[in-house]
C-alpha cells in the first residue's frame, strides 16, 4: 500500500491565498509563497494550488505564484483552474507544477483529459470534481467553483474520465467545504470503490478524526485540508503524528 498523503490546499484569487465556506464568502489569508515553504518545511507531502476565480474570467494566473513556490518548495504541486487546453497545461507544467486538475473545461470537451494524459502522463492529468448531494447516495458534479450545475452524476463521470485518461481524482464535497464539520464519507468511499487510480478527499475537515475517517472509512489515497492549517487549528505534525498512532500509513519525516 502506498503512503497515505497529506495535502494542503491552497486557494488563489489574484495575489492572494484566500479561504472560504462552501467556496463562497471568501476570506483574504495572505501572501501564498509564506504557506507554501510553512507547510513545506512542516512536513506537508504535495500542494494543491487552485485559481478560484480563474474559469469565471476565463485565464489562470497562478503561474507566476507557482514559479516562486517550485523554487523553494521541493514536493509535488497541483495547479488548477482555467486550464482549457494542451497549451495551458504545459506553460502551467514548465512554471513548476507537477501535475494540472481540470474540471470546467473536461467537463465542456472532455477529450481534453485524454489529449493532456497523453501528452504529460496519466500521472499528471488530475480530474477536479466539485460534488453536491442531489439524494442519498447521489451527487452532481458541479463548475465554476460549485456554482454551475452540469448535469453529470459524479460517479459516472468520475469512471469515463479515469478511462479517457486521468490518473488522479481530486474530489471536493462542496456541501461540506469549509465547514468544518467532517469529510463526505458516503462520497469518498464510493468514488475510492468506483476507479483504481488515488482519491484525494477535499473539503470539510475540521479536526484529526476526520482526517483518519477519510483513510479508513473513506478509503481516500490523499487527504486534502485547507482552514485546519490556514487558521494554525491543528498543526500538520499533529496530524501526521496521529495517522501514525491509527496505524495509517503516513510518510515518516
Same mark, same amino acid.
Given at each position: 500500500?502506498?503512503?497515505?498523503?497529506?495535502?494542503?490546499?491552497?486557494?488563489?484569487?489574484?495575489?492572494?491565498?484566500?479561504?472560504?465556506?462552501?467556496?463562497?464568502?471568501? %476570506?483574504?489569508?495572505? $501572501?501564498?509563497? *509564506?504557506?507554501?515553504? @510553512?507547510?513545506?518545511?512542516? !512536513? &506537508?507531502? =504535495?500542494?494543491?494550488?487552485?485559481?478560484?476565480?480563474?474559469?469565471?474570467?476565463?485565464?489562470?494566473?497562478?503561474?507566476?505564484?507557482?514559479?516562486?513556490?517550485?523554487?523553494?518548495?521541493?514536493?509535488?504541486?497541483?495547479?488548477?483552474?482555467?486550464?482549457?487546453?494542451?497549451?495551458?497545461?504545459?506553460?502551467?507544467?514548465?512554471?513548476?507544477?507537477?501535475?494540472?486538475?481540470?474540471?470546467?473545461?473536461a467537463v465542456a470537451r472532455p477529450?481534453?483529459?485524454?489529449?493532456?494524459?497523453?501528452?504529460?502522463?496519466?500521472?499528471?492529468?488530475?480530474?477536479?470534481?466539485?460534488?453536491?448531494?442531489?439524494?442519498?447516495?447521489?451527487?452532481?458534479?458541479?463548475?465554476?467553483?460549485?456554482?454551475? %450545475?452540469?448535469?453529470? $452524476?459524479?460517479? *459516472?463521470?468520475?469512471? @469515463?474520465?479515469?478511462?479517457? !485518461? &486521468?490518473? =488522479?481524482?481530486?474530489?471536493?464535497?462542496?456541501?461540506?467545504?469549509?465547514?468544518?464539520?467532517?469529510?463526505?464519507?458516503?462520497?469518498?468511499?464510493?468514488?475510492?470503490?468506483?476507479?483504481?487510480?488515488?482519491?484525494?478527499?477535499?473539503?470539510?475537515?475540521?479536526?484529526?478524526?476526520?482526517?483518519?475517517?477519510?483513510?479508513?472509512?473513506?478509503?481516500?489515497?490523499?487527504?486534502?485540508?485547507?482552514?485546519?492549517?490556514?487558521?494554525?487549528?491543528?498543526?500538520?505534525?499533529?496530524?501526521?503524528?496521529?495517522?501514525?498512532?491509527?496505524?495509517?500509513?503516513?510518510?515518516?519525516?
Amino acid at each position: 500500500m502506498s503512503n497515505l498523503r497529506i495535502i494542503p490546499r491552497l486557494d488563489i484569487k489574484g495575489p492572494n491565498l484566500i479561504k472560504g465556506v462552501q467556496l463562497e464568502g471568501l %476570506r483574504v489569508m495572505g $501572501d501564498p509563497q *509564506e504557506f507554501a515553504i @510553512r507547510y513545506y518545511e512542516a !512536513g &506537508a507531502d =504535495e500542494l494543491v494550488y487552485m485559481d478560484i476565480v480563474a474559469s469565471l474570467y476565463g485565464r489562470n494566473n497562478l503561474s507566476d505564484i507557482i514559479r516562486r513556490a517550485a523554487d523553494r518548495v521541493f514536493i509535488p504541486i497541483t495547479a488548477g483552474g482555467g486550464i482549457r487546453s494542451v497549451d495551458d497545461a504545459r506553460h502551467i507544467l514548465r512554471s513548476g507544477a507537477d501535475k494540472v486538475a481540470i474540471n470546467t473545461a473536461a467537463v465542456a470537451r472532455p477529450d481534453l483529459i485524454t489529449e493532456v494524459s497523453r501528452r504529460f502522463g496519466s500521472q499528471a492529468m488530475v480530474l477536479s470534481i466539485e460534488a453536491k448531494q442531489v439524494a442519498p447516495g447521489k451527487w452532481e458534479a458541479y463548475t465554476d467553483n460549485g456554482r454551475e %450545475r452540469t448535469g453529470l $452524476d459524479v460517479l *459516472e463521470w468520475i469512471c @469515463r474520465g479515469v478511462d479517457l !485518461g &486521468a490518473g =488522479e481524482i481530486l474530489l471536493t464535497s462542496v456541501d461540506r467545504e469549509g465547514t468544518r464539520k467532517g469529510f463526505d464519507i458516503d462520497l469518498v468511499r464510493q468514488v475510492s470503490a468506483a476507479v483504481p487510480v488515488p482519491v484525494i478527499a477535499s473539503g470539510g475537515m475540521g479536526g484529526i478524526e476526520h482526517f483518519i475517517e477519510a483513510a479508513t472509512a473513506g478509503c481516500a489515497d490523499a487527504v486534502s485540508m485547507a482552514d485546519v492549517l490556514h487558521y494554525n487549528r491543528i498543526p500538520l505534525e499533529a496530524i501526521r503524528d496521529a495517522g501514525r498512532q491509527a496505524g495509517l500509513a503516513v510518510r515518516s519525516i
